[in-house]
């Protein structure tokens, strides 16, 4: 074989062995962007899903003052605590800092993992509790203290639902915006950082008299009496 044939088998061979390495960054490459689509999708889910109800708790993480005024209206308070949509756990955990057997329900599955981590790491995994939940589908019968970081579109449901499930001697501190109807026995903080504290033992009376009111027929009017 001449060294001309040398040459182009060699060129022939070279472009070959460049189209496969070519072939292996392709695959290579979609690999890795597939791969990545699959893990964002898998993280965004969890995120967008509760944007995708009717009525949801966004995650606004709770700044330094609110968890100090939530902490402060409760300070003389006992019994179990909950925290509806509990985010990173931060509620919970500074309650349970504090003497508290504290939970949280949150829908967001990527938020209780981080929250249960977190507990553990601050010493209080064995008096917090995380749970993945709907808010609309748990009884909150069994606490006496209730915090909300709520929204208003929810709040006049929530109303009903404390109402009836909440014994007589619980509290519930609302964070961010206040209950539409009910009257506040006080409030702490200012600005975005107000908390509102309601007795249940007064809401519960008021959600008792608006049943009454409803319940009873209006009277009717007296046919005039003879002349």
Same mark, same amino acid.
């Given at each position: 074989?001449?060294?001309?044939?040398?040459?182009?088998? $060699?060129?022939?061979?070279?472009?070959?062995?460049?189209?496969?390495? %070519?072939?292996?960054?392709?695959?290579?490459?979609?690999?890795?962007?597939?791969? $990545?689509?699959?893990?964002?999708?898998?993280?965004?889910?969890?995120?967008?899903?509760?944007?995708?109800?009717?009525?949801?708790?966004?995650?606004?993480?709770?700044? /330094?003052?609110?968890? *100090?005024?939530?902490? %402060?209206?409760? +300070? @003389?308070?006992?019994? +179990?605590?909950?925290?509806?949509? !509990?985010?990173?756990? +931060?509620? @919970?955990?500074?309650?349970?800092?504090?003497? #508290?057997?504290?939970?949280?329900?949150?829908?967001?599955?990527?938020?209780?993992?981080?929250?249960?981590?977190?507990?553990? %790491? *601050?010493?209080?995994? +064995?008096? /917090?509790? #995380?749970?993945? $939940?709907?808010?609309?589908?748990? !009884?909150?019968?069994?606490?006496s203290n209730v915090v909300i970081f709520?929204?208003?579109?929810?709040?006049?449901?929530?109303?009903?639902?404390?109402?009836?499930?909440?014994? $007589?001697?619980?509290?519930? @501190?609302? &964070?961010? #915006?206040?209950?539409?109807?009910?009257?506040?026995? &006080?409030?702490?903080? *200012?600005?975005?950082?107000?908390?509102?504290?309601?007795?249940?033992?007064? #809401?519960?009376?008021?959600?008792?008299?608006?049943?009454?009111?409803?319940?009873?027929? *209006?009277?009717?009017?007296?046919?005039?009496?003879?002349?």
């Amino acid at each position: 074989m001449s060294q001309e044939e040398l040459f182009l088998d $060699s060129v022939a061979a070279g472009q070959v062995t460049e189209k496969k390495s %070519r072939s292996n960054l392709g695959l290579i490459v979609t690999g890795l962007l597939g791969g $990545s689509l699959v893990a964002l999708y898998a993280v965004a889910t969890p995120f967008v899903t509760p944007a995708l109800r009717k009525v949801c708790l966004p995650f606004v993480p709770a700044t /330094t003052a609110q968890v *100090e005024n939530v902490l %402060r209206v409760l +300070r @003389v308070r006992t019994g +179990r605590l909950v925290d509806i949509g !509990s985010g990173d756990g +931060r509620i @919970v955990i500074a309650a349970a800092k504090h003497g #508290f057997k504290a939970s949280g329900f949150e829908l967001n599955p990527w938020l209780v993992w981080y929250s249960r981590y977190k507990a553990f %790491r *601050e010493g209080v995994h +064995r008096s /917090t509790s #995380f749970h993945i $939940s709907d808010l609309w589908k748990v !009884s909150f019968a069994q606490y006496s203290n209730v915090v909300i970081f709520g929204v208003p579109q929810m709040m006049d449901q929530l109303e009903v639902k404390l109402a009836s499930e909440l014994p $007589s001697t619980a509290k519930v @501190v609302a &964070c961010r #915006f206040p209950f539409p109807t009910w009257v506040p026995e &006080c409030t702490a903080g *200012e600005g975005i950082d107000t908390v509102w504290v309601y007795d249940a033992k007064t #809401f519960k009376t008021q959600l008792q008299n608006g049943m009454t009111r409803e319940m009873t027929p *209006e009277p009717k009017d007296k046919p005039d009496s003879p002349t």
